[in-house]
T-cell receptor, first 114, second 108 residues
Framework: EPEVTQTPSHQVTQMGQEVILRCVPI?????FYWYRQILGQKVEFLVS????????KSEIFDDQFSVERPDGSNFTLKIRSTKLEDSAMYFC????????????FGQGTRLTVV | GIQVEQSPPDLILQEGANSTLRCNFS?????LQWFHQNPWGQLINLFYIPSGTKQNGRLSATTVATERYSLLYISSSQTTDSGVYFCAVNQAGTALIFGKGTTLSVSS
């Protein structure tokens, strides 16, 4: 089973601050995803990233969000100006082949905006 | 977009009981996965099952793609089975879409 490591595990930030969440897939995968889960709710898709560009994004993924793979290894999600409602668990995921193959999730980053 | 409905929303069991969780989806899918979210929030892969039947220990799953549903069976439940069970599906070229989950509580 592929390993996906996320850092940090927890982050507390002031409203209006920028945060960067990181994902480090151990194996060399091409398909990456970010999801979020507001406490007590379902897991929601944010964005998928393939071959160094966004391939799909949801309505949630607005201009305050961005993704990149700056060094060919880490995969990052940036939230430019955090809001209270951005408080959630953020999951990075990878698929082992194409989009429709099995997805594996990291352990998540719990973001709290105060 | 595709809709994913899971039932029941909540389930309370005594240790040793069996249970069946259901996932209905509104359109044809290329992939279906079952996950267990543990108390630490981690999503644990249970089954990758776009069709057919699979078994892994006390857990098994069946997907009937033509009728747009999947079932997850838990036999001889244990307290460690507690948590939220999610079904997630995707269609060709799209990311996984999750249902709202079934919260399972197993008491000793």
């Amino acid at each position: 089973e592929p390993e996906v490591t996320q850092t940090p595990s927890h982050q507390v930030t002031q409203m209006g601050q920028e945060v960067i969440l990181r994902c480090v897939p151990i194996s060399n995968h091409l398909y990456f995803y970010w999801y979020r889960q507001i406490l007590g709710q379902k897991v929601e898709f944010l964005v998928s990233f393939y071959n160094n560009e966004i391939s799909e994004k949801s309505e949630i993924f607005d201009d305050q969000f961005s993704v990149e793979r700056p060094d060919g290894s880490n995969f990052t999600l940036k939230i430019r100006s955090t809001k209270l409602e951005d408080s959630a668990m953020y999951f990075c995921a990878i698929t082992t082949g194409g989009v429709n193959t099995e997805a594996f999730f990291g352990q998540g980053t719990r973001l709290t905006v105060v | 977009g595709i809709q994913v409905e899971q039932s029941p929303p909540d389930l309370i069991l005594q240790e040793g009981a069996n249970s069946t969780l259901r996932c209905n989806f509104s359109d044809s899918v290329n992939n279906l996965q079952w996950f267990h979210q543990n108390p630490w929030g981690q999503l644990i892969n249970l089954f990758y099952i776009p069709s057919g039947t699979k078994q892994n220990g006390r857990l098994s799953a069946t997907t009937v793609a033509t009728e747009r549903y999947s079932l997850l069976y838990i036999s001889s439940s244990q307290t460690t089975d507690s948590g939220v069970y999610f079904c997630a599906v995707n269609q060709a070229g799209t990311a996984l879409i999750f249902g709202k989950g079934t919260t399972l509580s197993v008491s000793s």
